[in-house]
């Protein structure tokens, strides 16, 4: 189950995973999303901080479909409502915040989709199961309420990146009747990986990450997509940018291999792309990035 390396070296993987430094201006980066964001709030439809779960960190924010867009069914349809797509931000699972990434919300409700945003807790106060378990949570939520803002339950997509990208993944493969029985085995759609980790026992010896995410074997076999089971039912598009390290190219080479071609159709390293600026893509209603999350909410109707 490990990497291609039998000895893992310390400086190699921090190397490998360490983003912030592989891409010195990503300060600006940040600063931005945090700007688009406070603008997004300020002009688009939404709900803020609605609490799922009754922890401090678990709250959503969600952001209306315009009723005039691309992905919207027609007068004579049977669906009601607008496809959802939930976000999931990355950090190592240990920063970042639904707060800064609302700035995705507009080009996406612009075309015709509900957007939900949620936030977690953050290691190392919980762990990555802790976390899994909470994104179950939120999308039981969402599944029960998304109704009443204009988003249709039976066509929801996750999308994340990075950390958020693995919790995709994990929601895709999650057994929906077993958490509880009112949703159905299909809860989650489809979804879309951007720069995700699909097994942790890389990360687990990282050493910039390592004290912070507390990682046990026991948790890297339970929370590692590509070490479960494909899903059932449902795709998952898997991509990175070409700009990112060779690790983060494997992860999403590998998941593809293990789920099979038909589980996840796509797997692309999308060019002149960093870690960071893959984000950005997903917000361009003209890049390949965004076409595949729409052609994902398509899929729902």
Known sequence: MSTSRSQFDP????????????VPDHAHYFARWAEGSRLARQQQNCAIDLAYGG??????????????????????????????LVFIHGGYWRSLDKAEHSFLAPALTAAGACVVVPNYALCPAVSI???TLQMVKALAWTFRHVAEFGGDPRRITVVGHS????????LLACQWTR???DLPADLVKNALSVSGLYELESIMHTPFVKDDLRLTPAQVLQASPAWLPAPSHGQLYSVAGAEESPE??????????VWGKKVVPVSEDLPSLNH??????LAEPTHRLHA???????KTA
């Open 179 to 181: 958490w509880a029985a």
């Open 11 to 22: 400086v190699w993987l921090d190397r490998m995973y360490n983003n912030r430094a592989l």
């Open 292 to 298: 595949l999350a729409l052609q994902l909410l398509k």
């Open 276 to 281: 960071f600026s893959i984000v950005d893509a």
């Open 55 to 84: 922890s401090a960190g678990e709250k959503l924010d969600i952001f209306t479909a315009a009723k005039n867009g691309k992905l919207s069914l027609g007068k004579g349809s049977k669906r009601a409502g607008a496809p959802v």
């Open 248 to 257: 983060f190219l494997r992860h999403n080479k590998l998941i593809q291999k």
């Open 129 to 131: 199961p802790d976390i």
């Open 163 to 170: 950390a958020g990208g693995h919790l995709a993944s994990m």
